[in-house]
């Protein structure tokens, strides 16, 4: 009699054991399937955006080239001209993928190139991203389209513009498109450019010798 109760008791904690595993075994299942989540900046908020050509950059921060459009000067060079303050958003910045390189549309006006250094730093959740999908190659070095699935991963997380990349691939003489926040707390009359983040770096190009050519300016009438 006793050894049937401990036969019983058995079959009853292995099939216990049995109906809980599955359940078990479901909570461990890796989710590969579940998107990344896109990083938030609740802390922060917009300031501008800008392109330019890395001269430098590492896992902490890019160096970022500007080459602004500034109005010709009569007589020369403008001894009081200040440094643009990317704090302002200014647009007038050289941007080989816009229309006519970004130039303003002034031809009243003569503009010449003037370009400054920029030392921006990432944060923590900072994202790089390519425009465009990095060409594929099959064994034989054939360019190859991606599947419809792996570009969708190329693109996760979903929200972010372009496509996935890393910090490694910002190297000098790419071309990027920065997109610059800053701490909201930090009122808008005492900001510096020292208090400017990367919230994401837009790698457009990574050979500067190798971009769309500018129009000649249009011969005044």
Known sequence: MLALLSRILAAAVLGSTLLTYPVWADDKKPTTDTPQKAPTFPGYVF????????????????????????????????????????????????????????RPNQPQVQWKERREDYVLKYLPESLVRLKSPPPKYDENGKKIPYTPKELNELRQPPGVTGYAASRSDVTT????????????????????????????????????????????PKKKN
């Open 47 to 102: 300031v501008a955006d800008v392109v330019g050509e890395v001269v430098k950059a590492d896992e902490d921060s890019i160096t970022l080239r500007v080459t602004w459009y500034e109005p010709q000067i009569r007589g020369g060079n403008n001894p009081n001209r200040i440094r643009p303050n990317l704090n302002r958003n200014n647009r007038n910045f050289r941007n080989p993928f816009a229309p006519n390189m970004n």
């Open 173 to 216: 003489g790419s071309i990027v498109e920065l997109i610059l926040i800053r701490d909201k707390n930090i009122p808008v009359e005492k900001a510096t450019e020292g208090d400017l983040r990367i919230k994401h770096a837009i790698i457009l190009s990574h050979n500067a010798n190798n971009l769309p050519q500018e129009e000649p």
